[in-house]
């Protein structure tokens, strides 16, 4: 019997080679049978689809940015400038995404980036990412603002490839714990945002009034977490309560790079440190011992016109000299935007809004569907300009554009 478009994606084993060059392949083969993609392939109707989908809350707080969202565009606008250069006979009939960071062997240089609040964007959440993120064999970051608690996450795509992502809170304890659970519950590397140690000016936001976790949406590790338990004032309704103490240790805007030693102290993870925009950060964090370093401007969440991520990459990788892998996001799209960003020296692209996007539209299978486009997409791009593996691709794979 035929599969259906949504069958095919929904058992899509892993990412290898054969089955992303044959996937436009398979495309275009059902379209003679009257079938069309479930989901857009077209990454700007992918985008409309979604928010379409999504309520005005969530379309503001998935798509927003800070203040005039300049670095949003910025972020785009500096990835279309790079170009890429295509190198004919290069003999890229077999082609290997393969990837290996930390110790750990995945089928291409990409993840899926720690998006919290994910209930406003579909009521299965980030249980669904996972479980769509596994069905390729990616691995996902899930973040602490999570609608779910990390341990039903784990439980929804038990051997999905996954590392946690940490908001520092004020309370030590707490993070201790936050920290622990994710050991205990089988994340292999433990991220650590650097740039959000209080949210940023975000007008769509602010113009609804709407920041979810004041409705207990996003706070789901808190709730669930001993420590923070154990901190609940007793003479408030347990809802309030929850709410303000999140409030009150959300994230700690005192910390110093001094400070990530207790944290080394706390896990034998490797410390992934996330929100790195210049060499003088990527400096000091090879000072205090991270074992990775993530480009990414919060993908323009954080701070209204910052410099673009991907013209902050190049100076971090020259900065870091392969001593430490770097992982890069903000403002990718398509595979063509990963070429770009491996050839300036990131050793894994990571996803955000993207991959949401299928969220909106589908669930699991929709990040999944969404997934296998995009890695099919980079194959693509890779064979087509000469490479056949990411390492082959470096500066002079690229022009730049002038602005």
């Known amino acids: 019997m ?4 949504d069958e095919a994606q929904q058992t899509t084993p892993q990412a290898t080679p054969s089955a992303l060059a044959e996937y436009q392949n398979e495309i275009y083969l059902r379209g003679l049978g009257g079938e069309t993609p479930t989901f857009p392939i077209d990454v700007r109707a992918l985008e409309t689809a979604a928010y379409a989908a999504m309520t005005p809350e969530a ?15 910025a972020n785009r606008d500096s990835l279309d400038r790079w170009r890429i250069v295509p190198r004919m006979l290069r003999g890229v009939a077999q082609r290997d995404l393969t990837t290996t960071l930390l110790g750990h062997t995945f089928p291409a240089p990409v993840m899926l980036g720690p998006v919290g609040v994910q209930a406003i964007i579909h009521p299965d959440a980030e249980a669904a990412t996972a479980k769509g993120a596994a069905a390729l064999g990616i691995p996902y970051i899930l973040s602490t603002a999570s609608s779910t608690a990390m341990e039903e996450v784990v439980a929804a795509a038990p051997d999905a490839p996954r590392w946690y992502q940490l908001y520092w809170p004020k309370n030590r304890e707490l993070a201790k714990s936050l920290v622990r659970r994710a050991e205990e519950a089988g994340f292999t590397a433990l991220v650590v945002t650097l740039d959000t140690w209080m949210l940023g000016w975000r007008p769509r936001d602010l113009d609804r009034a709407y920041l979810p976790f004041l409705r207990r949406v996003g706070i789901a590790n808190y709730t669930s977490d001993p420590v923070f338990r154990s901190m609940l004032p007793d003479n408030l309704p347990v809802e309030q309560a929850e709410v303000l103490t999140w409030a009150a240790n959300f994230a700690d805007p005192s910390l110093t790079w001094d400070d990530i030693a207790w944290l080394r102290e706390q896990t034998s993870l490797p410390l992934i440190l996330k929100g790195i925009s210049c060499g003088a950060d990527a400096s000091l964090a090879l000072d205090v011992g991270a074992d990775a370093v993530h480009v990414s401007n919060h993908g323009g969440r954080q701070v209204d016109g910052a ?3 991907i013209d902050a990459l190049p100076e971090v990788v020259d900065t870091l000299a392969k001593r430490v892998p770097v992982l890069f996001d903000s403002g990718v799209r398509s595979g063509t935007d990963a070429v770009k960003a491996l050839a300036l020296g990131a050793d894994v692209v990571v996803l955000g809004r993207l991959y949401t996007w299928g969220l909106a539209l589908g669930g699991a299978d929709g990040v999944t569907a969404v997934l296998r486009a995009f890695l099919a997409d980079l194959d693509n791009t890779m064979a087509l300009s000469g490479h056949a593996k990411p390492s082959e691709l470096t500066r002079s794979s690229l022009a730049r554009v002038p602005a």
């Open 2 to 5: 035929t599969q259906t478009t």
């Open 59 to 73: 379309v503001g707080y998935v798509a927003g940015g800070a203040g005039t969202e300049r670095t949003v565009a």
């Open 307 to 309: 410099v673009a991520a």
